[in-house]
């Protein structure tokens, strides 16, 4: 058996509210080893609550709750649990006294509608909020089955969490174990292509290893369930270095990792810089490397050249070329980089010119052509060509631009 997440508020069905409790109480439950197949959102009705409930005790054994424990009328997780397991609810003296006093606290007086949040089921264990009114809960109501509520209040659920929950939920036995896992992340290279390198590792039981995808970041996780953390690591190392050599440059970093921050760290190993000529980005480029600390001991700066007439005063591009080849060419994103480069005195120069669209295309030119340039230490250049397809949205276009540049600098420094 397993746990289940059980997100309460029409809020977040309406999608007023981003749901970030069902993703740390997922990562949490990780930690702990406990297996976690199953979240559901439901809003503010009780008989729709009634039938989640009846549906999770079904195929969990825990049942985790969030929102829903405020002093509204539309607040009735406590109540709706406690009609549907028939149980009736008590005031909680204890319980009433915190409120009170944390209103006092705050040079308030506590309303009567607060009174509804000391009720708990009989039996049940009161799961203390330090930091707000409503408590939560931690209730056994049959063998087998274990409920814990949380206020839908993203920093007090998470710190009941760590204070009061996980000490609970080890007392019955679970968390033993623990589930420890690696990201390894990639870029330019698909995810069906990934997966089906990998694929005889896609089978294996423990560790276990999926790929997904994110704003064309590839990632592949290696997750191991273990007794310590030490443990855990030597069933994934393995697994990881055959995924990195099966992948090749396409790998750049491991979990917190960015491909920004690689980059940065690269130059600064290398003792290096880079400027940038941006068109189609226009600062994008820059703008992301700037957002990694320690950025500015590599990157000089960059030079935003939407117009042709600033990328022939400003970055040498020949005229000629930009009247026959055109903005958007080979030529022209060469010159860009060596321009930027000779302009800032850096090691390397990148550029990036392009058709981002909606307009401007052609049929030999659509929406989604783009030229990155790219200029060595050594005065070598060359440019990369990338088609993103012309029924792209733009900003996907850009962003993709911006990434693939800096990634083609963290290949060429790789490659020497």
């Not at 297996?35 to 079904?58: E, M, S, W």
């Not at 700037?290 to 939407?306: D, N």
Request: proline letters at 6%; charged letters at 20%; hydrophobic letters at 40%.
């Amino acid at each position: 058996m397993a746990a289940e997440v059980i997100c309460v508020g029409t809020e977040l069905l309406l999608g007023e509210i981003l749901n970030t409790n069902s993703r740390f109480l997922g990562q949490q439950l990780a930690k702990l080893g406990i297996p976690h197949f199953y979240q559901t959102v439901v809003g503010d009705n009780p008989q729709r609550l009634k039938n989640a409930i009846a549906i999770a005790c079904q195929r969990s054994s825990i049942l985790i709750f969030t929102g829903g424990l405020g002093p509204t009328p539309d607040d009735l997780t406590v109540a709706t649990l406690a009609e549907f397991f028939e149980v009736p609810l008590e005031e909680r003296g204890e319980v009433l006294e915190d409120i009170q006093r944390k209103y006092t606290a705050r040079g308030r007086s506590m309303s009567e509608s607060n009174r509804k949040q000391a009720l708990l089921p009989q039996g049940a264990e009161v799961l203390p909020n330090p930091l707000g009114t409503a408590p939560g809960m931690m209730w056994q109501p049959q063998p087998g089955l274990a409920i814990l509520t949380f206020p839908g209040v993203p920093r007090e659920m998470e710190r009941m969490w760590h204070d009061t929950a996980v000490d609970f939920l080890r007392s019955l036995g679970w968390g033993q174990e623990a589930i420890y896992s690696q990201v390894l992340k990639f870029w330019g290279i698909p995810e069906s292509t990934l997966a089906e390198k990998v694929a005889d590792l896609l089978a294996m039981d423990n560790p276990t290893v999926a790929p997904y995808a994110s704003m064309g970041e590839v990632r592949l996780r290696i997750s191991a369930r273990s007794a310590s953390e030490a443990e855990a690591l030597q069933l994934i190392e393995p697994v990881s270095q055959k995924v990195r050599e099966m992948a090749g440059s396409h790998y750049f970093g491991s979990d917190e990792e960015t491909l920004p921050a690689v980059v940065v760290r690269q130059l600064q190993e290398r003792g290096e810089t880079v400027a940038v000529a941006e068109s189609c980005t226009g600062g994008g480029i820059g703008a992301t490397l700037t957002e990694v600390p320690g950025a500015s001991a590599v990157f000089l700066g960059g030079t935003i050249a939407y117009s042709n007439e600033v990328k022939r005063h400003w970055l040498q591009v020949s005229p000629e070329d930009l009247q026959t080849q055109g903005a958007v060419s080979a030529p022209v994103a060469e010159q860009m980089a060596l321009g930027v480069r000779g302009s800032f005195g850096s090691h390397w120069g990148v550029s990036v010119t392009g058709i981002a669209g909606p307009g401007g295309g052609t049929l030999e030119k659509p929406v989604g052509l783009v030229y990155i340039g790219l200029a060595a230490p050594d005065g070598r250049v060359k440019s990369i060509q990338h088609r993103f397809g012309e029924n792209s949205q733009r900003n996907w276009i850009r962003h993709a631009s911006v990434r693939y540049a800096i990634d083609h600098l963290r290949r060429a420094m790789l490659s020497g």
